[in-house]
């Protein structure tokens, strides 16, 4: 004799619309872009790394842009409310 227990699964959201109103599949795509978006800028932000002063021995470099390279880690310069701000950076590419 067999047993079968019920599975329960999970696929998302379903949202019924009568065919009689407006939908705008357009404005859900961007909205969900929107919202993706958002997301990665706060991923993004989170591994930022800003100091409010470099380690001494760092050595500034004029190309391919102003910046600062402190051992391994690469710093650009950036103004703040009137204060000078350093933000990690990858490194700079050669042109």
Request: contains cysteine.
């Amino acid at each position: 004799m067999t047993l079968s227990y019920p599975l329960m699964t999970y696929a998302g959201k379903v949202v019924v619309r009568n065919s009689s109103e407006p939908f705008d599949a357009f404005a859900v795509r961007d909205q969900v872009l929107a919202e993706h978006d958002w997301k990665e800028a706060l991923r993004l932000q989170r591994s930022l790394t800003i100091i409010q002063s470099l380690p001494s021995g760092c050595i500034v470099t004029p190309s391919p842009y102003r910046h600062y390279r402190c051992g391994h880690q690469f710093y650009r310069p950036y103004a703040h409310n009137n204060q000078q701000l350093f933000i990690q950076i990858d490194p700079p590419k050669k042109r």
